[in-house]
């Protein structure tokens, strides 16, 4: 049995209550190192064999074909195999490629939810993601590759926009979003590293937020909120 992970966007206190249990019951632990860190500390057993397929700290990261080969051959020696990916693995996590893997080596699963930083960060800065007046629907959308995205239509289609992965990318996502029929005065904030001690929010207008950002060092992990809900503190402050 391979379990399939969330482990919530980086506070080992945001993990699901199931999580805690097959962490500590788990033999082998195969973790990203984005938001897994601190919970394979806090609640693994220290007799658990624990291998990290992430790319931070420099390290390059296992390819996922590796990362797939790995689980398959730990699970095939009936070992109890946590496989702990940050936030929610449905969010951009490749687990497709990991179920695929283990299906086909017959392998069973089971798949676990945790909060994603798509949805936490907003709340951890202080602000919901949805609001009756003014916040009806956001997108969650990859920003790893800007082209590929069609800005114009996802702009059109929710009243909020949530980016992952849009760190190293934002002056040119933000360029593609001011050449959509969205405001340039739309408000923008950018939760950095949220639920972590080094957390840090910069709020903005769309067309001030490279700006706002520029001496902030490396903005990765981020989550970007474009839409009303991201001033949505400011605006409970003037009332
Ligand atoms: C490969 S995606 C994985 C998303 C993850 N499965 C989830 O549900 O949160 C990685 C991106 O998630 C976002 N992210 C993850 N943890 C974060 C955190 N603690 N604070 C801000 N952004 C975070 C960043 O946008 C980062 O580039």
Known sequence: MCHIVGSGPGDP?????KAVRLLK???????????????????????????CVGKRGGRRSARQADIDDLLVQHCLQGRRVVRLK?????VFSRVGSE????????????????????????????FPLTDTAIGR??????????????????????????????????????????????????????????????????????????QATAD???LSPSVVVIGRVAALPEQAWQQ
């Open 216 to 218: 902030a060092g490396p």
């Open 13 to 17: 206190e945001l993990l699901t209550v």
């Open 25 to 51: 019951e788990a033999e082998v632990i195969i973790y990203d190192d984005l938001g897994t860190e601190a919970a394979v500390e806090l609640h693994a057993s220290p007799a658990s064999e624990r291998v």
């Open 137 to 210: 629907s956001f997108v969650v959308v990859s920003a790893h590759n800007p082209k590929e995205a069609d800005w114009e239509s996802l702009a059109r289609g929710a009243d909020t926009l949530v980016l992952l992965m849009a760190s190293s990318n934002l002056p040119e996502v933000v360029e593609r979003l001011l050449a959509t029929p969205l405001p340039a005065e739309t408000p923008v904030a950018v939760v950095h590293a949220a639920g972590l001690p080094e957390q840090r929010v910069w709020r903005a207008a769309l067309d001030g937020v490279v």
């Open 86 to 90: 940050g936030g929610c693995p449905s």
């Open 99 to 126: 179920l695929r893997a283990l299906a086909a080596a017959g392998v069973p699963v089971e798949l676990v939810p945790g909060v994603s930083s798509a949805l936490a960060a907003p709340l951890l800065a202080g």
